[in-house]
């Protein structure tokens, strides 16, 4: 557990009065990860357990992330991700984690949580996505569901901008935060070009340097992309709505009239 208190404010959003549930039976993490967060100028509910959570939920308590601890006596946390969708919250679930291997990173996202941070990384990494998940619920002019979250349908495809997730033709895709902005940014603007940079900066903040040379961000968004199509071709194998522009970026294509 290598997060160490930092006072830099948050990237990308103006952090006050948003609120952050943070749930781990580790009384030291917990209380490490919630100095930072208020130093970061968020409010924090940190609970000890899962039970605590959904008792706190169903008595009406709201955040506008949780963070969740995988690994907790009694109730585990991915447990208390199903007991908390299956109580009807909307609220999104980041899981923390000392567990690394890709299996349970799956388990995470395929029972809805939006992303999956191991516990060694830097409390920046943590606050750079929560920056990107409440990014995510403030997108106006957007279809609101019955439970208040913010969806936009293009086609087969249906985008919960509050929880992070994409469904397909009704069948949820696992994707991590950073496919879901890639797949957000191009969906939104469906038929029209949208550049390298442009998807980078939805993923990593505007500006962002990485790769090696100017253009080196260009072959992690390569990567991603990859994955998305893979995710949407492993439910589909029809899936084709991902089309590169060669030197430029990517655009998402018109669902035709034959597509389900």
Known sequence: ?????????????????????????????????????EGAGFKVVPLASGEEILSWAASGGRANAILLDWRMPGMDGLSTLKQLHAAGSEMPVIVLTSLGESVFEEAALANGAVDFIDKSRSFTIIEKRLSLVIEGQRKPGLEVSSKGERVTRIGPLELRHQSSRAIWAGRPISLTLSEFKVVEVIAMKHGSDVSYREIYDSVKGEGFIAGHGSTGYRANVRSLVKRVRQKFKDIDDRFDHIENYPGFGYRWLEVRSTDA
């Open 1 to 37: 557990m290598n997060i160490e208190l930092d006072s830099s404010r948050t990237h990308g959003i103006e952090a006050t009065q948003h609120c952050i549930a943070v749930v781990d039976d580790d009384q030291v993490f917990r209380d490490m990860i919630t100095l930072n967060l």
